[in-house]
């Protein structure tokens, strides 16, 4: 069993250029979830997904989309990106969309925007 | 609104020695609280969660915790540090929702 898989595990890109960044699971879960990693800030979520079909904005969603086609994937799209976009990205997923379910993370993404 | 203060951003410790990491949170209702340990490039992992019953929580490798409602903390623990514990560790809280907020991290270092 994989868990989640991320994609890819690093990219450099120019300040303007759209970046697709892929998470798939194979575990069945419900909810997902897409966060990025900043030295000193800790994890802050970007947006999440209870359920394939639905999405919601999380803490910090400005520049950031995504779609939940299917339980398994979930995709996060900068559209332009810019520098201050530069950070880990990390997927997770959790069986049921609840306060006390565990989330699952993915190895994580490591995004440079120059 | 929830929010989780981490007291020091980096912990030192011997090998053999005790682990202590500071968690304090602010919440407006009883907070559901975890630890997830990150080793190096890698992903969280849970380490172990306080949702209701006995506030003393034991986790994997050999951590655990104890919720205190009156001091609003969930400080984790570790008798013996071992060079494995190397790693960032993040407390988080959950309210009514499923969205976790999480602590700025910190990183513990074992001198052999």
């Known amino acids: 069993i994989a868990g989640i898989t991320q994609a890819p595990t690093s990219q450099i890109l120019a300040a303007g250029r759209r970046m697709t960044l892929r998470c798939t699971q194979d575990m069945r879960h419900n909810a997902m979830y897409w966060y990025r990693q900043d030295l000193g800030l800790g994890l802050r979520l970007i947006h999440y997904s209870n359920t394939a079909g639905t999405t919601g904005k999380g803490e910090v969603p400005d520049g950031y989309s995504v779609s939940r086609a299917n339980t398994d994937d979930f995709p996060l799209t900068l559209a332009s990106a810019v520098p201050s976009q530069t950070s880990v990205y990390f997927c997770?997923?959790?069986?049921?969309?609840?306060?006390?379910?565990?989330?699952?993370f993915g190895p994580g993404t490591r995004l440079t925007v120059l | 609104a929830q929010s989780v203060t981490q007291l020091g951003s980096h912990v030192s410790v011997s090998e053999g020695a005790l682990v202590l990491l500071r968690c304090n949170y602010s919440s407006s209702v009883p907070p559901y609280l975890f630890w997830y340990v990150q080793y190096p490039n890698q992903g969280l992992q849970l380490l172990l969660k306080y949702t209701t019953g006995a506030t003393l929580v034991k986790g994997i490798n050999g951590f655990e915790a104890e919720f205190k409602k009156s001091e609003t903390s969930f400080h984790l623990t570790k008798p013996s540090a071992h060079m494995s514990d190397a790693a960032e560790y993040f407390c988080?809280?959950?309210?009514?929702?499923?969205?976790?907020?999480f602590g700025a991290g910190t990183t513990v270092t074992v001198r052999a």
């Open positions: 988080a809280v959950s309210e009514d929702d499923y969205k976790l907020s």
């Open positions: 997770a997923s959790s069986d049921l969309p609840g306060p006390t379910d565990t989330q699952y």
